[in-house]
Structure formats: C-alpha cells, structure tokens
C-alpha cells in the first residue's frame, strides 16, 4: 500500500540552472519517514527539484536501491544511494547554495 501525501508538497520549483539539476532527481520513501523528510528538507535548503517516490520500506522501489529495504533511498539521474547522511552530503556536495557544513576540515570534523 501506497501512503497518501499532498501532491503539492512532492515538487519542489527551483532554477533549474545546473547540468545536475536537469536530470530527475527522486527521493524514495513514505513522507512521513523522519529520515526521508531530513533528505527533503535539505532538497529544499539548495532548491533542488525532486520528485517524491511515497513508497514504504521493502517495496520494490526501496529494495531495488537499499540492501535492507530502508527508506530513504535516492536516485538522480545514473546515481543511487540509501542512508539519509550519504544522501545529505550527495545533495550538499552535487548542488550549488550555501553548504550544510563548512568545506574546511576543522570546520567539517566538528560538525561531524
Ligand atoms: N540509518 C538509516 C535509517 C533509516 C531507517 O531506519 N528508516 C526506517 C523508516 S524511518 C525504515 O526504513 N525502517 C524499516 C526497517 O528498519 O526495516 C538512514 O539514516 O537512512
């Protein structure tokens, strides 16, 4: 079974200046999901377009992508990831905007 959701909160508009822009960018997992919504959230920090993929883990989906069938799992053009914090830096580091975490090592280790 699909979750329900508000279609309107799946599409986020934004410049969509960039080569990485251009290509589809999905985030896979029921919207409820804290963890999907942290990957959101940062889609929308960097105005970066998704589609919303409402599934819920181990759906075909999510285990085409997640070894443990556990949402979030992303997909942007030929790339996939699972696990939010390797989603989080992916969107961090592939779109332009102001980084969720200082670039310089001290800076960066201590966020960590
Ligand atoms: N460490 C993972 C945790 C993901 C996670 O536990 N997601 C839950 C939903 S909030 C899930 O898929 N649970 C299904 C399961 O554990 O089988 C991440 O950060 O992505």
Sequence with gaps: MRPSFSSSSAT???NDSTTANRRAKQIIG???GNFVWACRIACGKKNVPHELVAVFPHTPEVDAIHPYGKIP????GEVTLFESRAIL???DHAFPGTPF?????????QVE
Excluded at 73 to 76: F, I
């Design 73 to 76: 799992a992303m997909r942007h």
């Design 30 to 32: 029921a919207p409820q």
């Design 101 to 109: 975490q200082p670039r310089d090592p001290v800076g960066g280790a």
């Design 89 to 91: 830096y992916y969107i």
């Design 12 to 14: 986020i508009v934004a």
